[in-house]
């Protein structure tokens, strides 16, 4: 947009220049200003777009003069460095005419940047040096930014939480800056956007909580202002016959009803414990009790007394008795006075601002630790929980964000574990502290012996999904290395590096078990069922996102099965011109991290129970031959000839024993896999070996 909207000329601007513009020795060239207000009609008609031409009140704003002051000292001065321009809309409700908004379109130009209210939105261009040239593109030489309308907090948060932030971690990370030893500011600024981003969510979650006012009557005003300029306290008998006169006494009373209203706003306002935030329950409370305190302050002013003393004397007791009862201002001050020292100096900062994963455990160490304070309070139990689910919520939401800017299924696997373990110590902090605070909740339950709250122990954790969602992740991925690896290992091409020229000579004891180079593209193949899975989000726990990764998977599991269709069919012939078993033991110990495939486990299983018989077979010749005892061996006979000692001769032939039946047992793991032990053929040989093992014990030989 900027390059067609260059404006150059030979000279400084047509008009006189104002008395701030300062011009250097150079004589630079300033940027006209109908080639700068030609620039802003097209900004301003994408950033605050109503329609796609230049609105009417636009051109007529810059047609005013005060505002082509402010644009001139914009270009040419370097002290001003901003041009503010605002957009007011206003909605004739009973106008349906197309032209309506242009007609209620107003637009402001300035150079202070300021809030006006909330139905504005603005544009902010910023210098990016002293002046505007005219020789340079406009877009070079300026830094746009749109403020819509609404909240302010939520405006400023968004710049912080979805730009700047990120902008600038993203800059550390790349530039190298966070990995220089010495160099602690960039640590300490992303901490302050942190705090920053934190205060504008703090401001923009609290709960607006109404100002009471306490319109007091205007005789009473009238008389405590005079009785003040005298140097005294009003009393009663300053209002004379005023205090008998009903139609007065009315008035005051109908007064304190109003009052009563006004002070129920706030001693009856709640919020549902079971919506929002943690902060937003926390902010909540604080407030609640500045407001009361507020309130507390009023109905102890001079005015409110005096009032109240009037009805007594008028015997309108009525209105004073339900002032201090139907209020409910003690009964809830004692309440938030009770519930706050729980809420007061709460730690949930500490997790809104953690940047780290080890941050977020430790900030839900902290939390829990705090929460246990309620047993010093009356807080309700079945409110904490639903305050425990909202800090489950809080927590899922910074556990996304921390981990938004690592993109779990892209980085190297090695670092995609160092990250899995941080998670979940995270979620093993939180079930430990969460059983220990159950604990002292049941002891606060039964100690009131509020048998109806039999309860509803059972809360609902929203990070669960998301750790439930990591443990797929965590699965899927060591699944894939472990397959890829093994491929990697087991599908290498028939030629071979440098230096293993001999290999097509048979000198290699491996190469008749390798595959064809042909099959080599099976990596390639489970490079690319990888990433079905590696471009979606995998940590989107919405229905929609749960089904993307589901469908994912499914895509993912049919490309592998072609791969390990063509394995198991490579596999099955290996085994089937195998000349021996030596040779069928070697092919399962290169494949044997693969048998975790149910389609590949399947089809060898003919092979595994062939060759488990085999080593049960060697086992049990294994133990034929100790049974004969070393003094009628063969082995005795030849330690005789050797002039080996009886004893030396016996313990040796019971080591030999021993590490033949140890690499008996490692063929057990080449045919079964890892975790063999617990296949029910190597329980048996498991029990089988260890108790044969024990008889080989040299132990006694030396005692």
């Keep these: 947009m900027g390059d067609s909207l260059e404006a150059t000329v030979g000279s400084s601007m047509g008009s006189e220049p104002p008395p701030s513009v300062v011009v250097d020795a150079e004589s630079v060239a300033i940027m006209d200003y109908d080639g700068f207000t030609n620039y802003i009609r097209k900004a301003v008609t994408i950033l605050l777009p109503e329609e796609d031409v230049v609105p009417v009140p636009l051109n007529a704003a810059l047609d005013e003069p005060d505002n082509q002051e402010c644009i001139r000292k914009f270009l040419a001065d370097p002290q001003t460095q901003a041009l503010y321009i605002q957009r007011s809309c206003f909605k004739d409700d009973e106008n349906e005419e197309t032209e309506k908004e242009e007609k209620y379109t107003e637009y402001y130009i300035s150079n202070d940047v300021h809030f006006t209210n909330q139905r504005m939105a603005s544009l902010v261009c910023i210098k990016r040096g002293a002046v505007i040239e005219a020789d340079k593109s406009i877009h070079s030489q300026l830094r746009l930014i749109n403020f819509s309308e609404g909240s302010p907090y939520e405006t400023l948060h968004s710049f912080i939480s979805k730009t700047l932030a990120p902008y600038f971690k993203s800059y550390v990370k790349e530039s190298g800056r966070a990995d220089r030893d010495g160099d602690k500011m960039a640590p300490s600024v992303e901490k302050k956007l942190a705090e920053l981003e934190m205060g504008l969510l703090h401001l923009q979650q609290n709960i607006d909580i109404p100002e009471v006012t306490l319109n007091i009557n205007s005789t009473v005003i009238q008389v405590v202002k005079k009785c003040a300029d005298e140097g005294r306290k009003a009393k009663i008998t300053d209002f004379g016959d005023r205090v008998e006169d009903s139609t007065f006494l009315n008035t005051l009373q109908n007064g304190v009803n109003r009052w009563i209203k006004e002070i129920q706003k706030v001693t009856k306002l709640d919020r549902d414990p079971s919506s929002g935030t943690a902060l937003q329950e926390i902010s909540f409370w604080l407030n609640l009790e500045r407001a009361l305190h507020r309130i507390q302050e009023k109905r102890e002013s001079p005015e409110v007394a005096l009032t109240l003393n009037i009805l007594k004397h008028g015997k309108r007791f009525h209105a004073t008795v339900s002032f201090d009862t139907d209020t409910g201002l003690k009964q809830t001050l004692a309440m938030v006075a009770d519930y706050n020292p729980l809420m007061k100096d709460f730690p949930i900062n500490d997790l809104l601002s953690a940047t780290e994963l080890d941050k977020i455990r430790q900030a839900v160490q902290s939390i829990f630790n705090h929460l246990r304070k309620i047993r010093s309070t009356k807080y309700p139990i079945q409110r904490c929980l639903r305050l425990i689910e909202a800090i489950s919520r809080d927590l899922s939401q910074q556990l996304l964000k921390v981990l938004g800017t690592r993109r779990l299924m892209h980085i190297p696997f090695d670092e995609f574990e160092r990250v899995m373990n941080q998670c979940f110590e995270v979620f093993s902090c939180w079930d430990d502290e969460y059983d220990k605070l159950q604990g002292i909740l049941r002891d606060i339950v039964k100690k009131k012996r509020d048998e109806h709250i039999k309860m509803v122990w059972r809360i609902a954790p929203a990070h669960k999904k998301l750790q439930q969602r990591m443990e797929h992740m965590r699965k899927f991925r060591r699944q894939h290395e472990q397959l890829r690896t093994v491929i990697v290992r087991v599908l290498r091409p028939a030629r071979q590096p440098a230096g293993s020229s001999d290999a097509g000579n048979g000198t290699d004891p491996k190469q008749p078990y390798s595959l064809d180079s042909a099959d080599a593209n099976a990596i390639e193949e489970v490079n690319l069922a990888y990433e079905n899975v590696k471009e979606i989000e995998c940590l989107d726990i919405s229905k929609e ?96 000839v050797r002039d080996l000692p009886p004893v030396a001769g016996s313990i040796i032939w019971a080591r030999q024993i021993d590490n033949q039946l140890t690499m008996y047992l490692k063929r057990v793991e080449d045919v079964l896999g890892k975790g063999w032990e617990s296949h029910i053929d190597g329980q048996k040989l498991k029990a089988d070996g260890d108790s044969f093992r024990a008889k080989l014990s040299t132990a006694e030989v030396f005692q």
């Excluded at 499914?554 to 394995?567: A, F, G, L, P, Q």
């Excluded at 030596?582 to 399947?602: D, K």
């Design 545 to 640: 996102g749960s089904e993307a990764w589901d469908a994912a998977i499914k895509r993912y599991e049919e490309r592998i099965d072609r791969v390990e269709t063509r394995i198991t069919a490579h596999l099955r012939d290996q085994l089937g011109t195998a000349k021996n078993a030596n040779e069928m033991f070697r092919i399962f110990s290169r494949f044997n991290a693969l048998f975790v495939r149910p389609h590949i486990r399947g089809a060898i299983r003919e092979y595994q129970t062939q060759l488990i018989q085999r080593v049960k077979d060697d086992i049990e010749a294994l133990h034929e031959k100790f049974k004969v005892q070393y003094p009628q061996s063969k082995d005795c006979r030849l330690s005789v």
